[in-house]
């Protein structure tokens, strides 16, 4: 939806002129304007961590701005053995490809307990073939195109690399050989990495693209540590009927928000959105985001003929 046309609604609704503005422009300008201008007080962000990191030194070298940083992602999705593999597929498939990848705590990395991984491999990869790629207006189409041309080949350097670094892929695009890549409609079929070491670039930088490497884990802390050896921190995700697991591993996950047999975009509102470490500052929902543009101040009244 266009800010312009909600900017048109806001004043419709009878809001006073000024009291919210629509302001366009790329980031180098209109972005740095803002993050600089001495008059603005907070500001509010959601995008890329370097993007953060700019804002944040912009504060810092002007007049300490308050931030509120909701930033990149890379989470991980836990899957133990007494899962129900089936659902645990059906729903980080969707994660990683909802919105063709394009969503901050997509599970773009999932760990898979050693005994059930092929077979959840299978499931994940017959989830991720049966997407139909198209016209996203389209009803019958569940799997659009990237956001425009640079992220298209950003996500393709990515898939380059990824074929580099890992000992296996898994192209989920059926007719590859008639049809190798569209430029023009930017699409990207999901594809699956396994086996891929944990410091290559494609299990660390986020990708925001249908790209996902699944690797394998023997034991709970194994899992854990795999899973917060990373800068992000911004949604995890675990699968278990076994509670005192979920709430064990759920306490070490280093991650502002977490699922238990549940995972992205699975949210509740009514409590605080944000992430741990690179994934952001402050929280973000209905009840906290007010908190950030409001000043605590402490008053001290003198009453005559009282105390000292």
Not at 5 to 12: L, P, R
Request: aromatic share 8%.
């Amino acid at each position: 939806m266009q800010p312009w046309k909600v900017s048109q609604w806001i004043e419709a609704c009878g809001f006073p002129k000024g009291v919210i503005n629509v302001i366009s422009g790329h980031g180098h300008n209109s972005g740095q304007a803002l993050a600089e201008h001495m008059k603005v007080r907070a500001l509010s962000f959601t995008g890329s961590t370097n993007t953060g990191r700019a804002i944040q030194i912009a504060s810092a070298k002007t007049n300490l701005k308050k931030v509120v940083f909701e930033l990149g992602g890379k989470s991980p999705a836990l899957i133990f053995e007494d899962a129900d593999i089936e659902q645990a597929a059906k729903e980080t498939e969707h994660s990683i490809n909802w919105n063709a990848g394009q969503t901050c705590f997509a599970n773009s990395r999932i760990y898979v307990q050693e005994s059930i991984k092929e077979k959840f491999i299978e499931a994940f990869s017959n989830l991720a073939r049966s997407r139909t790629v198209g016209d996203p207006t389209n009803p019958d189409v569940n799997h659009g195109p990237q956001a425009d041309k640079t992220q298209y080949d950003t996500v393709q350097r990515y898939i380059t690399l990824g074929k580099e670094e890992a000992s296996n892929s898994i192209d989920t695009n059926t007719n590859a050989a008639k049809d190798p890549g569209d430029t023009k409609s930017l699409h990207v079929h999901p594809i699956i990495f396994t086996d891929v070491p944990e410091d290559s670039r494609i299990a660390k930088e986020e990708i925001f693209g249908p790209v996902v490497i699944i690797n394998s884990f023997s034991t709970e802390e194994e899992a854990i540590a795999k899973a917060n050896d990373t800068e992000y921190g911004l949604y995890a995700s675990l699968y278990t009927k076994d509670l005192e697991r979920a709430l064990r591993v759920a306490k070490k996950l280093e991650s502002g928000m977490l699922g238990v047999n549940c995972t992205s975009p699975t949210n509740c509102w009514d409590l605080p959105f944000g992430g741990w470490k690179g994934s952001g500052t402050g929280r973000e929902s209905f009840m906290h985001s007010m908190e950030h543009y409001l000043e605590h101040k402490s008053v001290y009244v003198r009453v005559s003929g009282i105390g000292g």
